[in-house]
């Protein structure tokens, strides 16, 4: 009979633990053990349906970043543009994720209590104009003038 310790790789080992993490923080969270620091948003001013965004999509991207380390021992924003040959660290993206992230869980939640298009609209905007600047600088800096 094999040896089933043999089987075992770095890799499953890494799969296993975020899996094991990932579905812990969703454990945690719907059950109401992760509730302080939603009051711990409101105590810093923000208000309920922006910490309840702001809440959501942390734990959001959380397990996405888990899940995709865990199964390919890189972040998201690695595999999606690795393709680019002007993109030196695509894990300097992470932030801009969450920051998306952020306005299309808070245009879900209707934050601003306005019309969900316009809102969407103007985070939209608020977030893009960022995102081209930084784009267009590290295509400077890196390649395909």
Known sequence: M???WKSISPEGVRAFTNGVGGTLLIWLSSEGYLEPVLSLLTMLGFSLIFSKALFLSTILFIIVVMIFY?????????????????????DRYLLFFWLWLIAIISCILNVFETNILIQFTSLFLILIIPSLFLGTSIQKQGGND
Not at 70 to 90: C, D, Q, S
């Open 2 to 4: 094999a040896d089933p």
């Open 70 to 90: 865990g199964l390919h021992g890189k972040f998201f924003t690695t595999l999606m543009m690795e393709h680019m040959t002007w993109v030196k660290n695509p």
